[in-house]
C-alpha cells in the first residue's frame, strides 16, 4: 500500500508502481469521486463529507475493496491508495485478506511537510478542479484528519514489520527511486 499526507504524491507514484509490479491501481479517493459522478446513493453520501474534509464511513471504503478484491483478475497483487485510513480499516483489512489467505505486503510511506501539503494541493487545484482541494479550511480540516485518524497506522504497520518510510520532497523521478529500493527490499 502507499501510504502518506494528502498531497505527497500517492497518485502520482501508482502508475509506476503498478506496471513496474503487475498491480491493479486501488485508490478509494478515486473510486468514491467516480460514485459521486455517476450519482449513485453511495456517491450520494459521500460527496458532502467529502466536500467538507471528513473522511466517509469505515464500511463504505471496506465494501469497495472487498468489491475490488473478488471481481479484479490476472494481477500479481493490488496497490492500495488511500485505504486503509483509520485503524479500524487497517484491522479490516487484514480480515478480508485473511479470508482470501493473503497478507499486505508492505506500507510505503511518502513523507512531506504539512507547509508542502498547501502547496502541491493549491497546485492541484488549479489543474484537477477537486472540490476539496479548491477551499483552504477544507484542506486543513483534510491534514488534521490525517494526523488524527491515520497517523495512527504507522505504529501499527511498524509493529507488523512492514513499514517503510521515504522522503516525498523530490522530483516525481527522485521520488519514484526511492519507492522502487523501498518496495525492492518486501
Ligand atoms: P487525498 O489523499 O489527496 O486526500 P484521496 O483522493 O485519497 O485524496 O481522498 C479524497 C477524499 O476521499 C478524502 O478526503 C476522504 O473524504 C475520502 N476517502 C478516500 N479514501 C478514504 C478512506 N479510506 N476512508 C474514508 N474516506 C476516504
Redesign the pocket.
Known sequence: MLFGP??AG?GTQAGAMVERFNLCHL????L?RSEIAAGTPLGLQAKA??EA????P?SV?EGMIEDKFQSVKGVKGFLLD?????LA?AEALDAILAKRGEQVTACVSIMIPDALIHERIAHRAQIEGRA?DARPEVVEN?IKTYHDKTEPLIAFYKKAGKYSEIDGVGTIEQVRERIFSAMDKF
Open positions: 494528502p498531497g500517492k485508490s478509494t479517493g478515486e468514491l463529507l467529502i474534509g471528513n473522511l466517509v469505515d471504503v488511500g485505504f486503509p485510513r483509520t480499516q476539496d483534510r
